[in-house]
């Protein structure tokens, strides 16, 4: 097969690195969000969005 690439294989750790990243992210921008107001929804907002926007950068790059 010509054209095809090889991923190399990654451990544990490479694996589940981003989504405990991103489930530390969600739970701060929660807990920011339910405690205060004005720059805390500011950053509860960003971190509320964060995995949205890696989702669709990571869709627009496949397509």
Same mark, same amino acid.
Request: positive net charge; aromatic residues 4%; proline residues 5%.
């Given at each position: #097969? ?15 690195? #981003?989504?405990?990243? &991103? ?10 969000? &339910?405690?205060?107001?004005? /720059? @805390?929804? +500011?950053?509860? !907002? $960003? $971190? &509320?969005?964060?995995? +949205?926007?890696?989702?669709?950068? !990571? /869709?627009? @790059? @496949?397509?």
């Amino acid at each position: #097969m010509t054209g095809s690439r090889r991923i190399a294989p990654r451990g544990a750790l490479g694996v589940l690195a #981003m989504p405990a990243v &991103l489930l530390v992210a969600s739970l701060i921008g929660l807990i920011l969000g &339910l405690t205060g107001d004005g /720059w @805390r929804d +500011v950053a509860a !907002s $960003l $971190l &509320l969005a964060l995995p +949205v926007l890696l989702f669709l950068r !990571s /869709w627009l @790059r @496949r397509s």
